[in-house]
Every structure is written in C-alpha cells, then in structure tokens.
C-alpha cells in the first residue's frame, strides 16, 4: 500500500461523508482509508465502514492519529481531520512529488472553505508564517502532515501527554532526521467552523500565545489549564471575547455591505443618476456607522482597562 488516511474523529457525521467523497473520486488507487473514532454518539462509525474505511478505536487527536498510523500498511501516512476536504488527484500528486524529491515530512497550503474575506486573508497569513518558518521552527497542522511511515515510527509517533500543539511537537522531533517540506503540486480545503466557534481574531490571538508560551516553557501538557481543548464539540463557545468579536463582525459587514454595493451598481440606471446616488450614500452611511460602532467598541474596552 502507498497511503493510508488517517481521520480521527468523534461525532462527525455531518462533514466525514465530504471527505470521503473527496478521496472516493481521487485518481488514485493505491491508498486504504482510517478512521479512528472516539467513541461517537452519532453515526461516525457507521458512515465510515459505508465507504469501505477501516474503523479502530480512537481518542483525542493525538490518540487517535496514533491509533491510525498502527493499523495503517501504506508507505506514507496522510493525517487529515474530517472537516477537511482534498481537491481532485491530490493523492496522486502527493505522492509523486514526495518519491521525486525524496520527502519524509510534508505539509502543503490550506485554503478555506469560505467566501468571507477575512477567513481568506488569515489563511494566506498561516500558510507564508508555515513556509517562513520550515528551516527555524517547522509547524503543520495536524489535519495537514504527511510523513512517511518509517520516520514515524523512529520518532514514536505524536506524544499523547500533550494537550495541544501535539502536532507541532511531532514535526519538530520528525525534522531533526529530516526536513519539513512544503508541497507544491497540492492544497488542502479546510472548514473555519473553529473560527465560528471562538472567533476569528481571538482564535488567532489564542494561538501567538500559545507559541510563545511554548517557546519559553514548554510543551502543554494534561494537567495544564492554560487553555482547553473540546473534541468533537463545535457548538458556539460560551465564552464572548466581546471587543475581538465585535470588531470581526464589523469587517465581515464591511465586506458583506461592499459585496452587495458592487452587485447593485450594474442594477443603477444611468451614470449620475438619482438612483446611482442615493446608493453610494447609502453604502457610506453604512461604513460610517460601522466604523462609529467599532470606535465606541474600542473605547469602551480601553475604559475598562484602566478602571
């Protein structure tokens, strides 16, 4: 075998069946799939065997990849999570580029299942800090490593005491034999309902932290409540971040009211005419006011700050 997948996952079985027709319509024949499941309540399990997948107990992620890589007979192991989806002959060109230039570890691009601007631009920025950083501080993303089985298991697989960034930990250890690679003849489709669930610039926040935290003390490990991890719950989180919020909603109706100006300018009449003005007045009435939001937002949290 040349790939084995490996999914964990715990309640998917909304998202699982797009992954897995994602990789049913590949142009590629020699893989077998895994799904490792952490005790699902849904029909996780179910929908995998549907789709010929191989089903083995799991846990949380690390557990589960793990798991995985155990059961898997492939030359390399693909871990992607099941919110994911891969584009057309992505195992082909994965594959042919990892024997042509001789890779043991790799990731590749990550492009957002979104149409909203913002999502755009944060995983632009995520993928140039990826590509910055192979030779200083290699990072992929769990649900994005693909690493040969041999040098997964020199290095023991992913650590299980970690809580989180396990999988940073693996591509570190994995790249003092070999380098982390970026691949460029594949890219991965990914969800941002974890940005929906926390917030997208508190999501982004939470994760510089968590870097420099690791940095200057270390791995965080069970046990360390510096920050909590839910698997397999992606419900919204209870806990607002009001300001990152409001000024994220505020971009997102910033592009949202520009989308719909520019669509309504073919619908105007002639240039200049009454129409045509009142809906560019329109559209800057309604800047203004989110801007004015926005700057009543920012005062506020500054006031609270100082008292």
């Keep these: 075998m040349k790939i084995s997948v490996v999914i964990p996952a715990k309640n998917e079985e909304e998202l699982l069946p797009n992954l897995l027709e994602s990789i049913r319509a590949q142009d590629f024949d020699d893989y077998e799939v895994i799904v490792a499941d952490a005790l699902s309540d849904d029909r996780t399990r179910e929908i995998a065997a549907q789709y010929g997948a191989m089903v083995v107990d799991g846990g949380m992620p690390a557990v ?21 989806i891969i584009p057309e002959h992505f195992l082909k060109n994965l594959y042919t580029e990892m024997q042509e230039r001789y890779i043991d570890v790799a990731t590749c691009a990550i492009i957002p299942l979104s149409d909203i601007q913002l999502d755009r631009i944060i995983h632009k920025l995520i993928n140039l800090t990826i590509l910055a950083n192979l030779r200083v501080d290699p990072k992929a993303f769990g649900f994005c490593i693909f690493i040969t089985k041999r040098l997964f298991n020199r290095i023991g697989g992913f650590d299980e005491t970690i809580k989180v960034a396990e999988d940073n930990d693996l591509v570190k250890r994995a790249s003092a034999f070999r380098p982390l690679r970026f691949l460029n003849t594949v890219h991965l489709h990914v969800s941002v309902r974890r940005f929906e669930k926390e917030g997208r610039l508190w999501y982004m926040a939470k994760g510089i932290g968590l870097n420099v935290y690791r940095t200057f003390k270390g791995e965080i490990r069970y046990g360390n409540d510096i920050v909590s991890y839910d698997f397999g719950n992606y419900d919204k989180n209870s806990n607002s971040h009001q300001t990152l919020d409001r000024i994220e909603n505020g971009l997102i109706k910033i592009e949202k009211n520009y989308k719909r100006y520019i669509a309504n300018i073919n619908t105007w009449g002639s240039v200049d005419s009454e129409e045509e003005k009142e809906g560019h007045r329109k559209f800057r009435r309604q800047i203004k006011t989110i801007v004015r939001d926005l700057r009543g937002t920012l005062t506020s949290s500054n006031k609270n700050k100082d008292s």
């Design 64 to 84: 589960g990849r793990n798991a995985g890589a155990r059961a898997a007979s492939g030359e390399i192991l693909v871990f992607l999570d099941a919110d994911v």
